[in-house]
């Protein structure tokens, strides 16, 4: 036992020995050696091609970034700068290596840019610039029934609305309505209605930094959103629509039958929850159940995505393998697992298609495809230059899903998931003696709790700044919650699903359904049990894109590379922490039409001024950390009104005014530091900072910093930017 203590004590002590002196021996080895043979070890193991789409991301930030439209001359400046780059790489790439990668990567950065430039360009539609009602006349283009009435897509051919664009952008006025519950309509995809409407523009940020629904409609080809009023008249086309127009409505009619099949089948919201997972409609949902969801971190199973196309997709092939591995001539004659393979590929086209073939949808039938694609060709499936292919190729069709949350968080989790694999799959493993069945099936419990663990904990750490930035969110429960959702979710909610889709058109899918409702019900009720938990949703402050921007450099380094050069890593992901620790908010938010402000008190925490709507309210208190909910009382704490306007105090500064009538401009313009108002001020106004009507028109919402008796003011919209979705009169 004593010469075992000491041969214990000697090992503990040459351990870190043994680690020093490697170290000491690196630290020999010159730095440049050290950094070519990491480059080596990168090229050796393909990781060139995730970092050129990496740069290919890199371009398309760029131009939207910069300050000028898109244009002809920029397209083709960009697409000549590419196309040259990557003649100059294939040519330099036997002569010299570091002049090609060079090359290279300007040509992706170039290519990025150019794929914006034309995507842009290409969505170009008619946008209203104002608000506007009156009489419209047009298709029904889609159709989703939700909680409060419906919601449609309208292809607008005649109307008398104040729209920019036509006679200049290809394309017809496209609008997203309401009709209202309570209002008959027996309307269907593919109609031609007239109808009275309340439009709007597309609303721009509440703040700077935070999402622009304006853009994402702009790429989506909205150039306006309000409501019905009243109920609207279909009557006969005056021309026949296209076929496009034919196919998408007949497609999202079917949707809507299916949605409401698989709805009343089960009921309640586990019948919503059921519907969105097959058809991707998720209108049923209602806003209580979307919150327990997320705040037990599994709103992730209603995003049709990566886990449901494996899942749809590997049940076809697996069961499909299994069908014809059950036929002894067949499974010795024919390539099963290619059929099988090529089956799981179209099961996940229609999937897609039928799901409303959204860019998280887009990137798992992309990687599905190439991973299947591999077995077709006897490659290795799994593998970061997958990924990044997948990702060229969205980012290709797509470039304005690169600053969307949707891809940043799927591809991170991805990107997380293979480099886990990897790394487990490099691990020495010791040998261990065969278990016996009992073993076998605890080993196979344990392997797979452990695995959704793990899965969960890497898809939370790759996931988590952009959660964080996108939505001043996070979850502590996460893991828990995927722990006891994922299993029904895998074993009983999606094989019901494809099961039922199967049968639905030989009217044999009630079963089906039912099985995945009572799933379904269960992942509900586990998450309603973890959203009551204590901290289960935690509200943090918005940071900045420079913190974003480091954090993002730390995944990306510790995913794709392969050499010491993951060590970089760490430094770069304690920056992104740190700058996003301790972020530089706003102590003024206001509102993009002026009838509301939040400010700052002395307390630290915003008191409000006005009514700038709870929408608009609830981003600001999430923007700042705030858990407080629209309507708490001491967010009008100090904060003294009357029917003219509010007046709170700024430290330092003196006050801020908001008016409401003109009578309140006289006095507050004479005394208050900062006045806002939704009315134009008058020329006379001296006070130092006016954002009244006409000036938040041409700025949009804004928020103010005071730092040592100096105002700093951030605006939605910058000169001299020229941005199509930010076109008003």
Known sequence: MIAGRIGAGRLATDVPARILGAWRRWRLVPLRARLAAAALLELERRRLLPWGAVLFGVGILAFFQTQAGASRTGLLLAAATALAAAIGALRLRSRSLAGGLVLAGVAFLAAGFAAAVHRQAAVAAPVLVAPAGGMVAGFVESLEDRAGGQRLVLRIEAHDLPVAGEGRFAGLF???????????????????????????????????????????????????VGGVV????????????????????????????????????????????????????????????????????????VSISGLHMVLAAGTVFFGLRALLAAVPALALSWPIKKIAAAAAILAGALYCVFSGAAVATERALIMTTIVFGAVLLDRTALSMRNLALAALIVLVR????????????????????????????????????PP?????????????????????????????????????????????????????????VMPAAVLGTALAPLGLDTLAWLAMGAGVAQVIAFSEWVAGLPGARVVVPAFGVPALAL???????????????????????????????????????????????????????????????????????????DPRAPDDPGLAAGVACDPLGCVAPLPGLGAVALVREPGAFAE??????????????????????????????????????????????????????????????
């Open 174 to 224: 496209r609008a997203r309505v309401t009709l209202r519950g309570g209002v008959e309509s027996a309307l269907a995809p593919g109609d031609w209605i007239e109808a009275r409407v309340r439009l709007l523009p597309p609303p721009e940020a509440v703040r700077p930094g935070g999402y622009d629904f304006a853009k994402s409609a702009w790429f989506a080809g909205i150039g306006a």
């Open 230 to 301: 009243g109920a609207p008249r279909v009557l006969p086309p005056p021309r026949p629509p296209g076929l496009g127009l034919v196919l998408a409505a007949r497609l999202d009619a079917l949707r809507n039958a299916v949605t409401a099949r698989i709805a009343q089948t089960v009921g309640g919201q586990p019948g919503a929850v059921a519907a969105a997972l097959v058809t991707g409609k998720r209108g049923l949902i209602t806003e209580e159940t979307n919150e327990v969801l997320r705040a037990a971190g599994v709103y992730h199973i």
């Open 398 to 433: 797509e470039p304005e899903a690169l600053v969307g949350p949707s891809f940043q968080m799927s591809f991170s989790a991805v990107a997380g998931l293979i480099a886990g694999a990897e790394w487990q799959a490099a691990r020495p493993r010791r040998p261990a003696p």
């Open 436 to 492: 016996g069945r009992i073993g076998r099936v605890l080993r196979g419990v344990r392997n797979g709790l452990a695995g959704i663990v793990v899965t969960t904990l890497i898809a939370t750490a790759a996931t988590g700044p952009f959660a964080a930035f996108h939505f001043q969110v996070a979850n502590p429960y996460g893991i828990l919650g995927n722990v006891l959702a994922l299993p029904l979710v895998t074993v009983l």
């Open 551 to 625: 954090l993002v450099a730390a995944l990306l380094v510790a995913t794709i590379c392969v050499s010491r050069l993951r060590l970089l890593a760490v430094p770069l992901a304690a920056a992104g922490m740190l700058a996003a620790a301790d972020p530089d908010r706003p102590d003024l938010y206001v509102d993009r039409d002026g009838r509301g402000l939040a400010l700052r008190a002395a307390d630290g925490r915003l008191v409000v001024l006005g009514e700038p709507g709870d929408f608009v309210l609830t981003q600001w208190l999430r923007a700042d950390g």
């Open 668 to 729: 507050d313009c004479a005394r208050a530091a900062i006045v806002v108002s939704r009315l134009t001020a008058p020329g006379w106004c001296a006070a130092p900072h006016v954002l009244d009507r006409a000036r938040l028109a041409v700025t949009g919402a804004a928020t103010l910093r005071f730092r040592d008796g100096e105002v700093a003011v951030d605006t939605v919209r910058r000169a001299p930017e020229t941005r199509p979705w930010l076109l008003r009169e």
